[in-house]
């Protein structure tokens, strides 16, 4: 483009000359010079055409490359309009998720102090719980049974004897001894009758190193209740009952005055060691112990014995009165020896 404008202005110059040239000389000579100037400027107007043709090709190429340029950039811009819309949208779409964030945040605080309420719940309710357990070990873990609305099996921690259990009536008896139905063997060496057999929540003996324990500390009673296999029931009760220690073959040093409806066959026996198959302590020519099946205060045996051979049908063929409080006839089903 620029250089057919060149050319152009070379030719306006040219001819400009060339016309001043004529006018100095007039006549044929101006024809001559025409057609002179006309063969020698030919080709260059030739060459003119050809760069304005190519002029023109270029500025077709140009217009094109605009055109698709311009089309680029109108997908351009359609793209940059909708990416815009896609940032709308997740702009939109980061506040919704914002208030929820707030909502769920209130919903945490809200559940946080619900928490907080229910610890502080729990915290009340775990002191009450354990004033009600100190209370309750109050109750089961005592110097001795308590008198209280129920029966149970206590902790019994009394000054000198061991921590031990023991069942305890609600009126403040302990059961030292207790027959039921045979299922537990009572016709046990010496050291389970010192230490205890049995299971407290059955038939079963305290043991006769507890019962000295207890015993020399101060003064008990001692309650047998007995039944027999009619239901016919009896009592015998003493009032200060005690019995010496090992080294003494816990002999029964005293039982006191007798009261109740069963018949006093202790007396027989106060004073005599305990007896078992392996320890021989009565007067008897023979070991009672051996003989009755059950350790006992024998002396020429027995006027009753609360540990000997139980009879389920209520029947001995033997005929013997009931001891005080750890005595058994032959009728006995349940007897319930107790301290108090």
Request: glycine share 8%.
């Amino acid at each position: 483009m620029k250089t057919g404008v060149f050319v152009f202005f070379l030719l306006g110059f040219a001819f400009a000359d060339l016309d001043n040239a004529l006018r100095q000389d007039s006549g044929g000579s101006r024809d001559q010079c025409v057609g002179y100037c006309l063969s020698v400027f030919k080709p260059f107007i030739d060459n003119c055409a050809e760069f304005r043709e190519a002029a023109n090709a270029k500025n077709e190429q140009n217009e094109k490359v605009i055109s698709n340029l311009q089309s680029q950039l109108a997908i351009a811009e359609g793209q940059i309009e909708n990416k815009n819309e896609v940032i709308t949208q997740k702009d939109e779409q980061m506040k919704d998720k914002n208030e929820q964030i707030k909502d769920k945040n209130e919903q945490i605080k809200n559940m946080e102090d619900e928490i907080n309420s229910l610890r502080n719940q729990t915290k009340t309710i775990s002191e009450e719980l354990s004033t009600t357990k100190k209370r309750l070990s109050d109750l089961t873990q005592a110097e001795w049974c308590p008198v209280v609305d129920r029966e149970g099996i206590y902790t019994i921690n009394l000054r000198g004897v061991n921590v031990f259990e023991a069942p305890c009536t609600k009126d403040g008896w302990m059961i030292i001894q207790k027959r039921i139905n045979g299922d537990v063997d009572f016709n046990r060496t010496w050291e389970d009758y010192k230490n205890g057999f049995g299971d407290i929540h059955g038939e079963f003996f305290i043991g006769l190193e507890k019962l000295h324990l207890i015993t020399q500390a101060k003064t008990y009673e001692l309650h047998i209740q007995l039944g027999d296999i009619n239901g016919t029931t009896s009592y015998a009760h003493y009032d200060d009952f005690e019995i010496g220690s090992e080294k003494e073959a816990y002999f029964l040093k005293s039982i006191g005055k007798y009261s109740g409806t069963a018949g006093d066959s202790l007396d027989y026996h106060k004073g005599m060691k305990f007896t078992t198959f392996d320890r021989d302590n009565d007067i008897d020519s023979e070991n009672c112990a051996l003989n009755d099946k059950g350790g006992w205060w024998f002396k020429n045996c027995a006027m009753s014995k609360l540990n000997g051979k139980y009879f389920k049908d209520g029947k001995s063929n033997k005929k013997m009165a009931l001891l005080g409080e750890l005595g058994i006839i032959t009728t006995i089903r349940s007897p319930s020896p107790l301290l108090k």
